[in-house]
């Protein structure tokens, strides 16, 4: 039964890895034989000005949107754990966002950010606010990308919601007979509880962080206003497919991996663990 998945998972997972691993060590156009550069390919896109801002860039949205998104989705399902009028509607509206494809989702904010006919700048402008160039200003353009994606929190909000519904109710009667206010109730009882479901998220966001960032990069800016929005998926995709450097594309995917292997690892360090404790 399994046996279709698995195959699937080889053909377009685990081959092209290993592919994209051999071709990083290589000179390769698509259009004749590769040819063996060893480690050129890596000593070259580090001298480059475009991969330096790129890592960059993909940083700073690694380190604004995962705590973000971790952060909403905690909050929602905080907010949204109870009984109260119109909580499956509010639930479904906050899950819509992250059912939406990935292209239409970016053309809706297009939409949302456009500086003349936008309802963003409509409202902010009847609110006596500034009216920010959101995708045109290389100040904000980064920012724009970041928040547009703090609105795709519907799978963490689903899996913190089955975590706090899973937290026995006695925890917080046997808190509360012992004079534990709210705060103390979240920081003892439910935050342990739910670290597990917190570092998986947040190692899902970090992995996911590089798939999330391409498309609005590439339908909204391509990856302007003066490379401000140049992430890691979206260089390797031009130098792909737009200058035919195989070899140089493979490298950056390498170093993008590795890279996500240092922050999963610095997680697991920070956390001790994966949030599981045998006192708690």
Known sequence: MLLPFFVGAVLLVVLPMFLTVGLAFTDYD?????????????VDIMRRDLFQIAVRNSLIYV?????LRLLGA???????????????LY????????????IAYALIWLWIYNPIYGPLNHLLGALGLPEPLWLVNSQ?????????????????????LAGLQDVPHDYYDAAAVDGGGQ?????HITLPLLMPWLVLLTIRDLIASAQQSFAPAYLMTGGGPYYATLFLPLLVFEEAFDRFRFGHASAMMVVMFIGMGLLLYLLYRTVGGWGYADDV
Not at 63 to 67: D, N, R, S, T
Not at 183 to 187: A, S
């Open 91 to 102: 639930r479904t509206a906050v899950y819509l966002p992250t059912v939406i494809p990935t």
């Open 30 to 42: 698509a259009l004749s034989l590769p040819s063996w550069r060893g480690v050129q390919n890596f």
């Open 140 to 160: 904000t353009a980064l920012l724009s990308i970041v928040l547009m994606a703090t609105f795709q929190i519907g799978e963490g909000f689903v899996i913190l």
């Open 63 to 67: 380190g604004l949107a995962v705590p």
């Open 74 to 88: 905690l909050a929602l399902a905080l907010f949204l754990n109870g009984r109260r009028r119109g909580l499956y």
């Open 183 to 187: 705060w103390t109730m979240f920081r």
